[in-house]
């Protein structure tokens, strides 16, 4: 079966750095997708890794090494506003998006 | 970017009655068209996969004539809830993905109560 595996919840301080690991298993792979979803909003993206390696975009980067099937989501000199969950994605075979359960960040002054 | 709207945002309608939800991609042509349903702390279930001009593709478990999709053109999937139930009621999004990327683009969602 296909599988996505984040925690559950983290908790971090304001100004520091917070890496929320997500593993998967599926059925041929498109691309992870991170995105960042605000209680009561749709999600938005975040950033798309198809290739093993860093990408890195201001404050977020991420990772992937698809030997593995592991991806990290890096955030650095955390904010009060990053107070959100963090969903996984997978792109299979068929191009359809397997989801994580999310990652609850709680950033805390 | 590409932008995905959603309407309406939020509708509260009475046990039975039917709702419809509008997902238009306002600035590019999406062939293919995602309904994802949230219940409150719960990730994104994929309900249904919409290909403009052809049926639907529904997940296992959603019922296909209960909540109609059609996807008559490349900027516009229609979500219809009928009947609905005060179970039915959670966050609807749809997304969209161009053809091209393997982005998907959500819409803001619609907040659906059945009382």
């Known amino acids: 079966g296909q599988n996505i595996d984040q925690p559950t919840e983290m908790t971090a301080t304001e100004g520091a750095i917070v890496q929320i690991n997500c593993t998967y298993q599926t059925s041929g792979f498109n691309g992870l997708f991170w995105y960042q979803q605000h209680a009561g909003e749709a999600p938005t993206f975040l950033s798309y890794?198809?290739l093993d390696g860093l990408e890195e975009k201001g404050r977020f980067s991420s990772f992937l090494s698809r030997s593995k099937g592991y991806s990290y989501l890096l955030l650095k000199e955390l904010q009060m506003k990053d107070s959100a969950s963090y969903l996984c994605?997978?792109?299979?075979?068929?191009?359809?998006?397997?989801w994580g359960a999310g990652t609850k960040l709680i950033i805390k002054p | 970017g590409a932008v995905v709207s959603q309407h309406p945002s939020w509708v509260i309608c009475k046990s039975g009655t039917s709702v419809k939800i509008e997902c238009r991609s306002l600035?590019?042509?999406?062939?293919?068209m995602f309904w994802y349903r949230q219940f409150p702390k719960q990730s994104l279930m994929l309900m249904a996969t919409?290909?403009?001009?052809?049926?639907?593709?529904?997940e296992q478990g959603v019922e296909k004539d209960k909540f109609l999709i059609n996807h008559a053109s490349l900027t516009l999937s229609t979500l219809t809830v009928t009947s609905a139930h005060p179970e039915d009621s959670s966050f609807y999004i749809c997304?969209?993905?161009?053809?091209?990327?393997?982005?998907?683009?959500f819409g803001p969602g619609t907040r659906l109560t059945v009382l």
């Open positions: 600035d590019f042509q999406a062939t293919t």
């Open positions: 919409s290909n403009e001009g052809s049926k639907a593709t529904y």
């Open positions: 890794n198809v």
């Open positions: 994605a997978v792109m299979d075979s068929n191009y359809q998006l397997i």
């Open positions: 997304s969209a993905r161009i053809t091209e990327y393997n982005e998907q683009f």
